[in-house]
């Protein structure tokens, strides 16, 4: 079955009773990330797969809401600039 990309939504479901969370997915990327943090963890396991959608179970705490990170031009290129350093230095090893 092929979905619309408006239709494939996630899901994040939790209450303050529970620990753990249920994330429903047809995401394939968020598959994938889940899956392999399901290899990582016995916390998080997969409940129930079907042809395009996947429901895990994650512990309520690995869900987070972060603001993003607003870097000025100048620290932008500070950051640049020390990346680029490190990533020579690193080459003249190999």
Do not use: V
């Amino acid at each position: 079955m092929n979905l619309t990309k408006y239709e494939m939504e996630t899901i994040i479901n939790f209450n303050d009773a529970e620990d753990n969370a249920q994330i429903y997915t047809c995401n394939k990327a968020l598959m994938r990330k889940l899956d392999s943090y399901c290899q990582k963890s016995q916390l998080i396991y997969r409940e129930k797969t079907d042809e395009c959608s996947k429901t895990y179970i994650i512990p309520k705490k690995y869900i987070q809401i972060r603001f993003p990170r607003e870097i000025s031009d100048e620290k932008r290129r500070e950051l640049s600039e020390r990346a680029k350093t490190n990533f020579h230095s690193e080459e003249g090893l190999k």
